[in-house]
DNA sequence: ATCGCATTTATTGTCCACAATTTTATTTTT
DNA sequence: AAAAATAAAATTGTGGACAATAAATGCGAT
């Protein structure tokens, strides 16, 4: 899972990045032979980005048919999002904890970065978006933690993909600022909460829209029209 | 990360199995010719099998230097140490939650087999007393969290195998039935110090014991020698 | 026209070959 | 004899071949 284990292969990186800013959808077919052709490389390149990719369940590949992009369950759904709610109060808990001179200047910066692209790129603004929260777990300086909020956050991103409608689930960068202002009071009660919260809602911005409805089985849906 | 993906290929459970019991030790290679052949299958599947335990953490690819047991440092083992004590604590916290007949019953049923072996088979002993970790976690019902702590639980029998004296390192019998007692009845705050008491021991049984001056750079060891 | 069946096409699973790189062994030089 | 340079062996990285499986297409029967 470090540095040296990608191997450097562009293919695995843009896949991950192309499912996580929702240009590849969940249930899109992955066929290793046309992303081969597409990044110049040969099946067996795709085939272990995809088996890693699957690993870390942005990918779900079936035997003898292929991969293709996850598609969570609303169950499944609400399982990642508790799991991050855990994940990220850990974060702010060891935040709380340590110096919050350096911590609290990086995460400024990261701020006002988020907050300048406001409204103009939505794209990069969803990235820098979850890119704070992974901010955060790396200024923790527990690798794993890193590794596993990077992880979360990216199935969140899926998730959203799924169930959310367009835009409707950016973080707050309001909510972010609050974050920060708690760590640098070293207030650790409140920044748990602010942190639950900004999760929340998140999470209810992507789980409780409208059109859920999509989720319904076939007949529930026809039987409304008989 | 699901059944199907594994795709029933013998060779990475095996090295897996293979590395959590310590049969294969810390920093050994890996090569993929003699793998694949002991196995009877090609490099290609070797080459996956270890890709996915490299993403594990199990094993680690340094590229075209092929690929070998993991050697966490000490420094990381303390880092995964104090994740496995989050996940633990939120397993225990959510089975306090729930209904605790039937996990209380599927909990003593694997303490009784646990007992059985007590002594008589090692190997088996502490493959036990490692799933008894798994099944906490199977039973609060969240596939994320089991599969987590599934492989932080691996994780730290890599760490056991590379710091701990033969056998040191065992879950204690008792303390994981204190944990049950906890958990049956509803005590959250005990459960989770119980918890927390037993990981720190067996931590300790691994991370602090006379050996690790093996972990020292030479030259401190030959200053003691002139 | 629709359904079921056979055939064709596409895609995956696996192996092997060959080039690139690293490691080990040997020879040469100082 | 030690170090450096060279050669040989082993191992990895990647591409492509071929069989096995699944998906798509076309055909004939009802």
Redesign the interface.
Known sequence: ??K??K??IPVYESLRQAIIEQALKPGVKLPEDSIGETFGVSR?IV??AL??L????LV????NRGASVAEPTIE?AY??F??RQ??ER?VVQRLCRIDPKPVVKALRLHLEEEQKVLGKDSTRSIRLAGEFHILLAELTG????EN?VNE?VSRCSLIVARFAQAHSAECGVEEHAEIIEAIAQGDAERAVSVMHKHLHSVQDRALLNPEDQQEENISDILSRYR
């Not at 699957?54 to 369940?57: S, V």
């Not at 779900?60 to 035997?63: A, F, K, L, R």
């Open positions: 899972m470090y040296t284990s191997h450097r067996t085939r272990n088996v890693r699957d690993a870390e369940g779900e590949i079936q035997p499944e399982d990642i508790d799991m855990c994940l850990e527990s690798k794993i933690l596993y979360i």
